[in-house]
């Protein structure tokens, strides 16, 4: 069945510092992929999104690339601050266009912590 | 902005017990999921629901779950018996039909003793 993959964590890294969070997914059609992140004691927000391949989401500095040869929807940032600690996770929606409102699929989550 | 709605926002019961999680999605969205994430792990599909009707449903939500849309604004999850590994938060979420983004409610955290 449909699944996503994504780096274990916890990741810490400095203020300033790049961020790179791997993640890869399995699905037999063409999903719409998600990135999801939970800050401390809150909910699901969405990050970014993309629909099709080569679609590029972005959102508050975060990017996410849709590689369909690659299975992959990496999520970068530049410069990470301290408010950026929180849960990310990768996550797709295997109806894709033609059937939109199929379940959400999530990664296991990577906890990123920023330190000053 | 228009947001979907949970209460309570941290319920705690005995075993055994059944519990009402209620969400209020947004108002002109036609399609509600539940989603429960046990603490430290995954976000896990329930169920899906689409005009007055279960679409989907995983494993997880077996005969001690039912959902319901009682009236044209709320949204509920229903667990009969409650069991200590039913512990978890409590997602609730709606799609509309401009976009296909599921907007999430900040969650019911749900403790059983």
């Known amino acids: 069945g449909n699944s996503v993959t994504q780096m274990e964590g916890p990741v810490t890294l400095s203020e300033e510092a790049f961020l790179t969070i791997n993640c890869t997914y399995t699905?037999?059609?063409?999903?719409?992929l998600f990135w999801y992140v939970q800050y401390p004691g809150e909910g699901l927000q969405l990050l970014l999104k993309a629909t099709k391949a080569d679609d590029k989401g972005s959102n508050k500095g975060f990017e996410a690339t849709y590689r369909k040869e690659t299975t992959s929807f990496h999520l970068e940032k530049g410069s990470v601050q301290v408010s950026d600690s929180a849960v990310y996770f990768c996550?797709?929606?295997?109806?894709?266009?033609?059937?939109?409102?199929?379940?959400?699929?999530f990664g296991p989550g990577t906890s990123l912590s920023v330190i000053p | 902005e228009p947001e979907v709605t949970q209460t309570p926002s941290h319920q705690v019961t005995q075993m055994g017990q059944e519990v009402i999680l209620r969400c209020v999605p947004i108002s002109n969205h036609l399609y509600f999921y539940w989603y429960r994430q046990i603490l430290g792990q995954k976000v896990e599909f329930l169920v899906s629901f689409y005009n007055n009707e279960i679409s989907e449903k995983s494993e997880i939500f077996d005969d001690q779950f039912s959902v319901e849309r009682p009236d044209g604004s709320n949204f509920t999850l229903k667990i009969r018996s409650t069991k200590l590994e039913d512990s978890a938060m409590y997602f609730c979420?709606?799609?509309?039909?401009?976009?296909?983004?599921?907007?999430f409610g900040p969650g019911t955290r749900l403790t059983v003793t």
């Open positions: 699905a037999t059609g063409y999903p719409s």
């Open positions: 979420a709606s799609v509309g039909t401009a976009s296909y983004e599921q907007y």
């Open positions: 996550a797709l929606s295997d109806g894709g266009l033609m059937t939109s409102y199929d379940k959400v699929i």
